[in-house]
């Protein structure tokens, strides 16, 4: 398995353990439990940004790659937090009936 492959994994990994954990660590607000994928969200944007501004190939896909590996974190956190938020609940709901 290609190196790049294992570190996006390992993002993703992360992102969604961090959303689970905030969202075990503070269960009455569900704002917290968005705050990685909003981190990873912003930060990918401003590599996005530096993309744009960089001016040799290797700081370009350099900043690709960390785009790509942010924008993963982010969606990985996001999906987390709307199964804690809507899906877990409605099993719950349908396991007790």
């Known amino acids: 398995m290609p190196i790049d492959v294992i570190i996006i994994l390992v993002v993703v990994v992360f992102f969604a353990f961090t959303t689970w954990f905030l969202g075990r660590f503070f269960e009455n607000y569900k704002f917290f439990r968005l705050i990685p994928s909003f981190a990873a969200l ?15 190939d290797s ?5 690709v790659f960390i785009t790509v590996i942010l924008l993963a974190g982010a969606l990985s956190g ?8 809507r899906l877990i609940p409605l099993i719950i709901k349908i396991s007790r009936k």
């Open 42 to 56: 912003i930060a990918a944007f401003y590599s996005i940004y530096l993309t744009d501004t960089s001016m040799e």
């Open 78 to 85: 996001a999906i987390t937090a709307i199964v804690i938020d």
């Open 59 to 63: 700081e370009y896909l350099t900043q």
